[in-house]
């Protein structure tokens, strides 16, 4: 039987999850179905052209990602957990819904794109601040001994955000609209779907507890000030360091998949959609099983895996995938990779958390993670894009082992945190 206490952490933990899901059902729409929206916003007859325009907002969005952390770390730090949790969701919630309602180009000309790029530097800084807020209230709320599987849970909810929007990718494909419906307005339909769940999910967070963590440092005058974050220099470059070539790989991995499977293994629309979403299940099923294990072995060993295998298989295993002209061997080549990606994503959040004192939790969680990811997470499949309209595709690849292979320095020279979390 749970007690009572137990009881209250899992709803906690449960509901911190769901917002996440939300916030990043809302942010990942845009890449699902941006095969269907790109000609309405960036007009021409070249597919790979607006491909690269509309890749290049979804790349700006992740721009705005530093300055969310560093406002929303201010406020978690500051104000609360919760403070940060709610106002992030809602500020996501005002980013969809522009988007849902947005003319198009044929409408109001070049003021289309610059609106589109505006709701996702606004959806960019909501992002930015759940993150730390979110993996900081998971980490803070989890037993020591299990912080490992409940903190995984941050990257459930990520990437379940991410199968939710191929899902309704996928009923709307296939059930509901046909492909010129899909064009000329069902593209809207999820973004709309975004904005009433990221309200519903406000309201599920009104009734948060704040972190026993949280109170204890309300004392501390410094709480989520930079000056308080640069007196943690070497807990900040571990950040960057451990980040760069993980989220380079989770995004090849989750947004630019559906795209390259597409433009480069040649495969269909709908089979493309089918194996991101059966991937993306394979994916979420291993974070909670790696999150675990990570309790019992520590996150080293785990994240030293991660980076040597990333390094070794990231090129031969995008080669495969690209020359693989089958659903079905594609799907496996993509879950073979997960098991590798997955030794990062389910535990870098609680990683993070678990190298910085309270005081300073979020923002030493959000600002380096955001300002890394912004610089090589978002520009990932912009990355990869140009490398192919330039014919050199292949390059890509080896640029992303190479940055796996950082962060694999960086894994072998940090300490264990298991044992280190600060209150």
């Known amino acids: 039987m749970l007690c009572a206490d137990d009881k209250a952490r899992i709803r906690a933990i449960l509901v911190g999850s769901i917002g996440n899901l939300v916030e990043w059902f809302d942010f990942y729409v845009y890449s699902a179905f941006s095969l269907y929206f790109a000609d309405a916003f960036f007009p021409g007859d070249d597919p790979v052209a607006q491909m690269l325009s509309a890749s290049g907002v979804f790349a700006l969005g992740f721009f705005m990602r530093p300055i969310g952390a560093y406002i929303f770390g201010r406020i978690g730090d500051g104000r609360g957990r919760r403070a940060a949790l709610m106002l992030s969701v809602l500020l996501m919630c005002a980013g969809s819904l522009i988007i849902a309602f947005a003319p198009t180009y044929a409408t109001i000309g070049a003021a289309a794109p610059a609106l589109l790029l505006f709701a996702r530097l606004l959806q960019g800084a909501s992002l930015g601040g759940e993150y730390g807020s979110s993996a900081t209230y998971l980490a803070e709320t989890a037993t020591p001994e299990k912080r490992g599987f409940y903190a995984s849970f941050q990257y459930v909810t990520m990437i ?24 000329a307005w069902g593209w809207r339909i999820p973004f709309a779907i975004g904005a009433l769940l990221a309200i519903v999910a406000l309201l599920m967070r009104r009734d948060l507890v704040e972190t026993a963590a949280f109170e204890a440092a309300r004392a501390e005058e410094t709480r989520g000030s930079l000056h308080a974050l640069l007196s943690h220099k070497r807990e900040t470059a571990t950040v960057v360091g451990l980040t760069l070539g993980g989220t380079i790989a989770f995004y090849v991995y989750t947004t630019y998949m559906q795209k390259f499977l597409k433009l480069s293994a040649g495969l269909s629309a709908a089979e493309t959609t089918w194996i991101s979403a059966g991937s993306l299940l394979f994916a979420l099923m291993l974070q909670p099983i790696y999150g675990a294990l990570s309790d019992l072995i520590g996150r080293r060993p ?24 089958n659903a079905w061997t594609a799907f496996g080549l993509i879950c073979v990779a997960w098991l590798i990606v997955g030794l990062y994503t389910s535990i870098n959040a609680v990683v993070k958390a678990e190298l910085f004192p309270a005081a300073i939790r979020v923002t030493g969680v959000a600002l380096p993670y955001a300002a890394t990811v912004s ?33 694999l320095v960086v894994y072998a020279t940090m300490p264990e945190t298991r044992e280190k979390m600060r209150s």
Not at 303 to 325: D, H, K, N, S, V
């Open 160 to 183: 379940a955000g991410q199968l939710l929007a191929l899902v309704v990718l996928l009923v709307l494909q296939n059930v509901l609209l046909d492909d010129h419906a899909l064009r």
């Open 302 to 325: 785990m994240l030293i895996a991660f980076g040597l295998l990333g390094t070794l298989c990231t090129a031969p295993l995008l080669t495969a995938i690209q020359e693989a002209r």
């Open 375 to 407: 610089v090589f997470g978002g520009s990932a499949e912009y990355v990869a894009l140009w490398f192919k309209t330039q014919g050199h595709e292949s390059w890509f690849y080896w640029y992303a082992s190479a940055a796996i292979f950082v962060s």
